[in-house]
């Protein structure tokens, strides 16, 4: 079945980087993109970015240039997304979530949790 | 970036009503648009998606519909199950972006 399997919670410190995996499985993962969402305690879902399975090509959200980066490795079908400068206000779940062609996300991770404090 | 409102932001039902949820897009969307549903502590779970298609296994009480700029999700008879927080996303134009969210609570 199609999973997705990403890493363990982390607690940083403001202005530190923090790099999140996603590995996924049973599907042809260059067939696919890769979104991230993430959502703070208590608020709701915040797009954040996507990536093309197949050749890498990514587009974030105006909010997060310049301080976010996707990138997937398709030998080992993981996406990694690493944020920099964090801060308070980037305390919040994130998840992957899989992405078809002109379609949204029908497949998420289990998410990760990032504490910056 | 396109923005999407949905009303109410909650409400209260009882298990059997029929509940109608609505999700407004500030530019056409076509029918780029898919239904989530969060319960608390949980991972999104897609209800809908091209609007009006329901996704695997999902059960047919639910239903969506729409197109352009105005979508709803009906859920016909409400179950014990369903009371959570239903979200829509645009995905006609980057960035994507989610309603702020429909909570359903037991009344």
């Known amino acids: 079945q199609v999973q997705l399997v990403q890493s363990g919670a982390e607690v940083k410190r403001p202005g530190a980087s923090v790099k999140i995996s996603c590995k996924a499985s049973?599907?042809?993962?260059?067939?696919?993109?890769m979104h991230w969402v993430r959502q703070a305690p208590g608020h709701g879902l915040e797009w954040m970015g996507i990536?093309?399975?197949?050749?890498?090509?990514?587009t974030y959200a105006q909010k997060f240039q310049g301080r976010v980066t996707m990138t997937r490795d398709s030998s080992t079908r993981t996406v990694n997304m690493e944020v920099i400068g964090l801060r308070s206000d980037d305390t919040a779940e994130y998840y992957c979530?899989?992405?078809?062609?002109?379609?949204?996300?029908?497949?998420w991770g289990q998410g990760t949790t990032v504490t910056v404090s | 970036d396109i923005q999407m409102t949905q009303s109410p932001s909650s409400l209260s039902a009882s298990v059997g009503d029929r509940v109608t949820i609505t999700c407004r897009a500030s530019q056409a969307i076509r029918d780029d648009l898919g239904w989530y549903q969060q319960k608390p502590g949980k991972v999104p779970k897609r209800l809908i998606h091209?609007?009006?298609s329901l996704d695997s296994g999902v059960p047919s009480r639910f239903s969506g519909s729409g197109s352009g700029t105005e979508f709803t999700l009906t859920i016909s008879s409400l179950h014990p199950e369903d009371f959570a927080t239903y979200y829509c996303l645009q995905h006609n134009t980057y960035p994507f972006t989610f309603g702020p969210g429909t909570k359903v609570e037991i009344k």
């Open positions: 049973g599907y042809s993962f260059t067939d696919y993109y």
């Open positions: 990536i093309n399975g197949y050749g890498g090509s990514t």
């Open positions: 979530a899989r992405g078809g062609i002109g379609d949204g996300m029908d497949v």
């Open positions: 091209a609007a009006s």
